[in-house]
């Protein structure tokens, strides 16, 4: 093994895939000896998304720096392969000659990728870039609604009248010229007459087929055409709900204008499951490539929502004080409750958010679904109430107290399991992402049932 390559190997097994400090450094010194025959050495053996994914983790200044070095060697894929957090700024240091190349070697769904989140003038200076039938093929994709799969949809395809043999498709493809074809595909496309799609032939089948055999008898079974205008999460979820690998998208004429890929679908599929991840825990969609202030702005609004639930759970104590001043054990042992219903609320919650994004939640399933949330609620309630009785008994002598927590800790696990379930249901109904909203209204639930049970029984039991 050479040095090179074990200076860009990772240090730990649990580094996998990752780009090493070792390899970091090297780069990062060729870049401050201005060395760009060293720099391309270095990173020539690197896939364009580890190279990204370098340009991500150093800071600007180093950024600027290597990719103004790189030069004429930065790739397209790269492009394609940042976040896009970052993506603006390295399109910026790139030469118009760099990016020109760049861009020329990228399919058509990957420009659209790159072109539609950027300011004006540089969405021109890619489209300049472009061929003609290129640019125009991108000025069409745009024109689609964002998020839909004619964003998503590449032009570059392979397609083939219904009534040809594989060995018709077989010498079209070798004599057609490569830059016509795309890059990588999986699928021939069968149209009719009016460019309907009516298949798939897998290029398995057609290699293995004998050069007479139709093209209509070794189509495959599973065929889904997706609408241009579909949102892009249920193109993700049909690809995944159907194991396909590429499908054909249509117009409103139902004639075949482009195709999805699996690599496509599978980003969106990533992004909707690190949105809702992100959404849960209330910070937005940023990266760790933003600046603290963009943070801040994404984070400052849900703690702002989160401190008005706090309010109002405080509001609830605030009608128990002379209870808690007389007994100080209710003081010590709130927390508890609200903890438990809190974290119990938010098992619930995640599961419901996650089905409903799956469409496995469904209203054939869901009375079901919130009956097992309830039932776990009450089993683990009455559980952890037996636990805190005999803690409230021992830790401060007093049966009476021990049955309060008990029941309170009961009572607060059934509502957590219920709320946690519920809202999601409910928001997802009237249109509101369950994700983004559910969390602050599963909290004050939780938070403000707990307190009013517990001090409300304590009220009633103690004094």
């Given amino acids: 093994m050479s040095d090179q390559s074990a200076e860009l190997e990772p240090e730990r097994e649990d580094d996998a895939y990752v780009l090493g400090p070792k390899a970091v450094a090297a780069i990062l010194y060729a870049v401050d000896i201005d060395d760009s025959a060293k720099l391309t050495e270095l990173m020539e053996p690197l896939h364009p998304a580890d190279i990204a994914d370098l340009l991500e983790q150093i800071n600007a200044f180093d950024r600027s720096r290597l990719v103004r070095l790189y030069g004429r060697e930065f790739d397209g894929e790269i492009l394609s392969e940042l976040d896009e957090s970052i993506r603006e700024e390295v399109i910026g240091v790139l030469t118009p000659q760099v990016l020109s190349q760049a861009v020329r070697d990228m399919d058509s769904d ?25 640019r125009v093929a991108v000025q069409q994709a745009l024109s689609y609604p964002e998020y839909s799969a004619g964003r998503l949809m590449q032009r570059e395809l392979v397609m083939a009248p219904e009534h040809w043999t594989v060995g018709q498709a077989i010498d079209h493809l070798r004599a057609t010229p490569e830059d016509e074809l795309p890059a990588q595909f999986y699928h021939i496309v069968l149209v009719d007459p009016r460019l309907h799609p009516i298949g798939n032939v897998t290029l398995g089948k057609l290699m293995r087929s004998k050069r007479e055999t139709r093209l209509i008898d070794i189509k495959e079974e599973t065929f889904q055409v997706i609408p241009v205008q579909q949102d892009e999460s249920d193109v993700a979820y049909a690809f995944n709900q159907y194991h396909l690998i590429s499908a054909p998208v249509v117009d409103d004429e139902e004639r075949l204008i482009g195709v999805i890929t699996i690599d496509d679908a599978m980003v969106v599929l990533d992004e909707e499951h690190e949105e809702d991840i992100l959404r849960l825990a209330g910070v937005g969609e940023g990266s760790l490539s933003d600046r603290v202030v963009e943070t801040t702005k994404q984070r400052l609004p849900w703690l702002a929502v989160n401190l008005v639930t706090a309010i109002a759970a405080s509001l609830v104590i605030a009608q128990f004080e002379v209870a808690i001043a007389q007994i100080v ?35 054939a399933n869901v009375w079901r679904v919130i009956r097992r949330e309830v039932l776990v609620g009450l089993i683990n309630g009455v559980i952890f109430a037996v636990v805190m009785g005999i803690v409230g008994l021992l830790w401060f002598g007093s049966p009476a107290l021990g049955y309060v927590i008990a ?37 004050t639930v939780t938070d403000v049932v707990g307190f009013f049970a517990f001090l409300g029984l304590a009220v009633v039991v103690l004094l």
């Fill in 110 to 134: 990957d420009v659209v990728d790159l072109v539609e989140d950027l300011e004006d003038h540089q969405q021109e200076a890619i489209l300049d870039a472009l061929p003609d039938a290129d």
């Fill in 329 to 363: 054990a209710l003081a010590v042992l709130m927390p508890i409750v609200a903890s438990m219903g809190g974290n119990a609320g938010t098992q619930s919650l995640t599961v419901a958010v996650r089905a409903i994004a799956t469409k496995d939640l469904t209203g």
């Fill in 407 to 443: 029941a309170a800790m009961v009572i607060n696990l059934v509502v957590a399991g219920l709320a946690g379930t519920v809202i999601p249901v409910i928001l997802d109904r009237v249109g509101v992402d369950p994700a983004l909203a559910s969390g602050a209204f599963v909290t």
